[in-house]
């Protein structure tokens, strides 16, 4: 009796072991993408480059950053630059954990073009997206913004220091439950805004843009950017 008492025991250990190793894997964030610029050029692997047509644009790699800019006055039209990864996923199945800190130059403050978003898009099409944007009142005011189908919901905040002149972490948390879909944003560390609605579910994939709306340059600079999943 004492030997089958030891087995059951062993048997039940071993169960816990496994919903323990389960409820562990479950919670622990996988890689997607990890990237420090540090290496030019970009790896094509992971990082898609395009412009609008006829537009002069740059994406470069200038000291360990990743450079975005467009020149109004040396195309045929406003110019248009965009870094997107080509890894995607989506919050139906996973938590989506994006990092990254940037800073965007405006020289007058004035936000031109696409208010540079950052953050994650369904490819470049921002109808899909869940991401900041640079917002008025300058210098200190940014746009947290959940975009599902083109319906958007949006909640506007003061960080307390410039965009224009202070690199600033930004991050992304984006799951899905059985009960609803939220999106949590945090700005250096701090949670600015929750959305619960608008929270797209196709793939998903990190997303820098920069347009100058045919009047001024407005860089963007990436120093290091990471993009995370949990497996729900």
């Known amino acids: 009796m004492r030997s089958i008492l030891i087995v059951l025991v062993l048997v039940a250990f071993a169960t816990l072991a496994d919903v ?28 898609k480059v395009s412009a609008n047509a006829g537009a002069d ?6 000291g360990h950053y990743l ?16 870094v997107s990864s080509t890894k995607r996923f989506s919050v139906l199945r996973n938590t989506l ?22 953050g994650l898009v369904a490819g470049t099409d ?21 975009v ?10 003061d960080i307390g220091q410039p965009v224009d002149s202070v690199p600033n972490v930004y991050q992304i948390v984006a799951k899905s439950s059985s009960c609803q879909r939220s999106a949590d944003f945090y700005i250096n560390g701090v949670r600015v805004a929750t959305h619960t609605t608008n929270i797209p579910i196709v793939p998903l994939n990190v997303y ?14 990436v120093d290091w950017v990471s993009f995370d999943r949990i497996p729900q």
């Open 20 to 47: 323990v190793q389960a409820d562990e894997r479950q919670n622990t964030e996988v890689l997607i993408l990890r990237d420090d610029f540090e290496k030019s050029p970009l790896e094509p692997t992971d990082w």
């Open 208 to 221: 820098f843009s920069t347009s100058d709306g045919g009047f001024q340059n407005v860089p963007v600079a």
């Open 148 to 157: 599902a189908g083109g319906n958007v919901t949006e909640t506007k905040v």
């Open 67 to 82: 450079i975005l800019g467009t020149d109004p006055a040396g195309g045929s039209g406003p110019g248009i630059a965009v």
């Open 57 to 62: 644009v740059r994406v470069d790699l200038v």
């Open 126 to 146: 921002r109808r899909n997206a869940i991401e900041f944007v640079t917002a008025y009142p300058l210098p200190n005011s940014v746009m947290c913004r959940t």
């Open 97 to 118: 954990i994006f990092r990254s800190r940037v800073l965007t130059t405006y020289t007058d403050h004035a936000i031109y073009g696409d208010a540079q978003p950052r």
